[in-house]
């Protein structure tokens, strides 16, 4: 099981660098991008909140790399992810997910990213200078996830893929 989580989880830090390059929302000082918070609540169901902090890390680092991402990137990917998970592992409920990916990312990590703004790229900006700008990100993407493990035929690939006994 553990090679089979490893690929998937490989398979989500490639769509998030190659798809999350190509969508994205430009809003103030950082950009949204809405295909990373659906593959954090997809994340969080599938395979739990660790691989999902660890793929919502590996994503922002490669697109911070690659020049496509921002510093902001980290602290409201990984605190959605690692939310949405601990509350989809204590409820098995989709929407307990996505709502765990949109306060994760939008409160606590567009608390956590002023610090960073102030103290590492140096522009002084308020303490709600990114929850409204996260929160459209997000709210979009996990708006997207919950509308795919709705879909019978999503749900079923998924199933296929990941094991019968993951999905609730």
């Known amino acids: 099981m553990k090679t ?4 998937i989880s490989a398979l989500f830090i490639a769509i998030g660098v190659l798809a999350g390059q190509m969508v994205y929302i430009p809003i103030g000082a950082s950009k949204c991008f809405p ?7 997809l994340c969080a169901v599938f395979l739990g ?3 999902g902090v660890v793929n919502a890390f590996c994503i922002s680092l490669i697109r911070n790399f690659m020049g496509t991402g921002s510093l902001m990137a980290f ?3 990984m605190m959605g992810a690692l939310l949405a998970g601990q509350i989809y592992r204590m409820t098995k409920n ?9 306060f994760g990312t939008s ?4 608390f956590l990213a002023v610090p960073i703004a102030i103290f590492v790229m140096g522009n002084a900006v308020g303490a709600f200078a990114y ?7 997000t709210a979009g993407g996990s708006i997207i996830a919950v509308l795919l493990l709705k ?3 999503f749900v079923q690939a998924a199933k296929k893929i990941v094991g019968e006994n993951v999905l609730h």
């Open 151 to 153: 879909s019978k035929v």
């Open 94 to 102: 989709n929407y307990g997910a996505a709502m765990g990916e949109i």
């Open 107 to 110: 409160i606590l990590g567009g």
């Open 131 to 137: 929850v409204v700008p996260f929160f459209i990100s």
């Open 49 to 51: 909140p660790w691989y």
């Open 75 to 77: 602290p409201g990917s």
């Open 35 to 41: 295909i990373q918070h659906t593959l954090n609540v």
């Open 4 to 7: 089979k989580k490893l690929t």
